[in-house]
Nanobody, 129 residues
Framework: HVQLVESGGGAVEAGGSLRLSCVAS????????????MGWFRQAPGARCEMVGT???????YVDDSVKGRFTISQGSAKNIVYLQMNSLKPEDTGVYYC????????????????????WGHGTQVTVS
């Protein structure tokens, strides 16, 4: 059974740090989770989903300009894990953070971030005050 599970969210004061983890497991159409792009996305209250950063199977990373210099996306030594290190957090970083993967298949088309990737975890709340 394919799963994406996020953890590490919570409440933190401005300027603090959090480290989010996404653990993937299983297969879709015979492909391992590590064979495809994975990334972090977020949705602030009342706002659209936006890209935070992605990690591709060739090792290329991307982070959005809104978090560049503060957030870092990386892959763990266990390649089924993707991290999002968040430093210098600001109140505008508040939102639900989702781990996504671009695996083959129908995915979750009703997910608020479905325009970016296909498969998603349930999300983890980050609140900065």
């Amino acid at each position: 059974h394919v799963q994406l599970v996020e953890s590490g969210g919570g409440a933190v004061e401005a300027g603090g740090s959090l480290r989010l983890s996404c653990v993937a497991s299983g297969y879709i159409d015979g492909y391992r989770f590590e064979d495809r792009c994975m990334g972090w996305f977020r949705q602030a209250p009342g706002a659209r989903c936006e890209m935070v950063g992605t990690f591709s199977n060739n090792g290329v990373t991307y982070v959005d300009d809104s978090v560049k210099g503060r957030f870092t996306i990386s892959q763990g030594s266990a390649k089924n894990i993707v991290y999002l290190q968040m430093n210098s957090l600001k109140p505008e970083d508040t939102g639900v953070y989702y781990c996504g993967a671009d695996w083959d298949g129908p995915g979750d088309p009703d997910h608020p971030c479905s325009s970016f990737l296909r498969y998603w975890g349930h999300g983890t709340q980050v609140t900065v005050s």
